[in-house]
């Protein structure tokens, strides 16, 4: 019988947590991982840059309900995985990150890639350590997954020393490394609390539940039949332009109206301009259940009196003990209007968008060249829209809806969107992906295309093509004039092309009205596709009812 190494204790967890996929890119410190894995149903995903396997992961989580696990080689690997971690955290995303680590016994004596890997990762995650030992592997990898779940959910980051994967495991230890933080664990919402807030939204005019980025991908049932029982507005949210969210139509004017507010395990910060007026009421009244005292503490300090009542509980177990006590409670809201009229705030967008053209020769208007996939993705009750980018992603979000969606998030850092559509493609088989990027966010992981292509995971990437970083173009024109806007320009490069050289397929478009039948052309090949359309560089729709 072949020798148990550390690696295999660590495979064996794996399959524990029901590990079948790794997000992975192969290195020098990880490869006894690799090794151990080719025995099990454990399938590896090998991406094109360390930062990919984060955003993979993180599209996984977020798609299929589970852990996502990316896993990297140590040193610059592990610093090239580092960045996306940003994005999966503000994502409330459950993610481990598993680095490869320079051997326990050469650390501070110059070994290879050697690095302080773990204070790197810490800042970006809930948790961060590095494992002492093979005994300890099975139990970190356990630990790391239950705090990625934990309360609000994140990436937590676990470096793994190449001598503790590759020395002879003689006994597992049923505890982690002593370094390893401790899981925390919240109290329920109390019945009592539940009726206060039950009671005082109930009594407000305009009260709204505002709900953050989980909401949008993981809760949207549950919190639909809140809103029902409540008789009061549930809004999700996790657009980095906050009040600006373009896929909620005309939510300013929501919170301008709203007397009362519950936050959902949504965050106080410059997505909501901090509680202040006017974005809302100056006596506006707020209520907050979070998982994290820091939060509590943060909206304590930014609304003094106006928080009558912060709880420290988890979002789902809230989220069934307040829809019960609505349900056993037959008070009414005092305003029966309020609901519907939120409903059709959030639902507004310009008629005049379907017919919109543009005033750059052959370009297509970015909202109608929107609008026009909207077909596609109907085509399939399960279907996945990302969006990514600056103003094209707006627009992509204000124009475009499906049943599953992954965005850049409330982190507001762009380049993910190919990295997450091949992930969208993986777990969800057979089912329509569009991602919409813009031309800049093309750039950062181009080279996935090749990743989507290995793995025969077909979807239509769509480039909205300005020949610029317009985001950042658009706030030169605003902030310094139209004569100081400079340093921002891109060539209009035929994307389609780069797709058809890595073996995916590509078509160019400069008319909204081919939008459509270009994309169904696409999808008919099954490949990784990227149909490129050449757009006027517009801002982003800044939608305000007259």
């Not at 397929?505 to 400069?510: D, F, K, M, S």
Request: glycine share 8%; net charge negative; charged share 15%.
């Amino acid at each position: 019988m072949a020798e148990r190494l550390g690696a295999h204790s660590l495979v064996d967890a794996f399959k524990a947590q029901g590990v079948n996929s790794i997000f992975t890119l192969s290195g020098n410190h990880i490869m006894p991982i690799f090794d151990a894995v080719i025995d099990h149903p454990i399938k590896l995903i090998h991406t094109r840059h360390e930062a990919a396997t984060v955003h993979m992961a993180d599209a996984y989580a977020r798609l299929s309900g589970k852990v996502g696990i990316a896993m990297v080689t140590g040193g610059p690997g592990h610093a090239n995985a580092v960045s996306a971690l940003y994005t999966a955290a503000m994502a409330e995303a459950p993610v481990v990150l598993l680095s490869g680590h320079a051997p326990l016994n050469q650390l501070g004596k110059g070994a290879f890639q050697e690095m302080s890997q773990a204070d790197i990762a810490a800042p970006l995650c809930k948790a961060s350590w590095t494992c002492a030992g093979p005994q300890y592997l099975a139990a970190d990898f356990e630990l790391a997954c239950a705090i990625a779940q934990s309360g609000r959910p994140g990436p937590v980051h676990l470096s793994l020393p190449s001598d503790a994967l590759e020395n002879p495991l003689t006994a597992a230890s049923a505890t982690p490394s002593p370094s390893a933080p401790k899981l925390a664990s919240n109290p329920p919402l109390s019945s009592e609390n539940a009726q206060l807030i039950v009671k005082q939204l109930r009594a407000a005019q305009k009260p709204v539940v505002l709900v953050g980025p989980r909401g949008c991908y993981q809760y949207a049932k549950e919190l639909h039949q809140l809103s029902e029982a409540l008789g009061v507005p549930v809004i999700a949210t996790e657009s980095p332009r906050g009040v600006g969210d373009p896929s909620l139509g005309a939510f300013a004017e929501v919170l301008a109206q709203s007397d009362c507010v519950l936050l959902l395990e949504k965050r106080l910060d410059f997505t909501l301009k901090f509680g202040n007026s006017p974005t809302f009421k100056a006596d506006a009244r707020f209520m907050q259940i979070d998982s994290e005292a820091d939060e509590l503490q943060r909206s304590q300090n930014a609304l003094g009196s106006r928080l009558e009542l912060a709880v420290q509980a988890d979002l789902l177990p809230s989220i069934e003990t307040l829809l019960q006590t609505a349900k056993s409670d037959q008070a009414k809201s005092q305003d029966t209007s309020w609901l519907p009229w939120v409903k059709e705030a959030i639902a507004y967008r310009p008629n005049t968008w379907s017919t919109a053209t543009s005033k750059t020769p052959k370009h297509a208007h970015p909202g109608r060249a929107m609008l026009a996939l909207q077909a596609i993705l109907d085509s399939h009750p399960d279907s996945v829209l990302v969006a990514d980018g600056g103003e094209i992603g707006q627009w992509a979000q204000a124009c475009l809806h499906a049943p599953n969606r992954v965005i850049n998030g409330v982190a507001g850092s762009i380049g993910a969107a190919l990295p997450f559509a091949t992930a969208a493609a993986y777990t969800k088989p057979g089912v329509p992906v569009v991602a919409v990027m813009g031309d800049g966010t093309f750039g950062f992981h181009s080279s996935e295309l090749d990743t989507a292509v290995r793995y025969q995971l077909p979807f239509i990437g769509v480039v909205g093509n300005d020949a610029c970083w317009n985001a950042e173009y658009q706030i030169q024109i605003r902030e310094y004039g139209q004569e100081r806007a400079k340093g921002c320009e891109l060539l209009p490069s035929r994307y389609d092309q780069v797709a058809e050289a890595f073996g995916g397929a590509g078509e160019l478009v400069t008319d909204a009205v081919d939008v459509l039948a270009a994309a169904q052309r696409l999808q008919a090949k099954g490949l990784p596709a990227i149909l490129n359309i050449l757009i006027e560089g517009l801002p982003a729709p800044n939608l305000k009812r007259s």
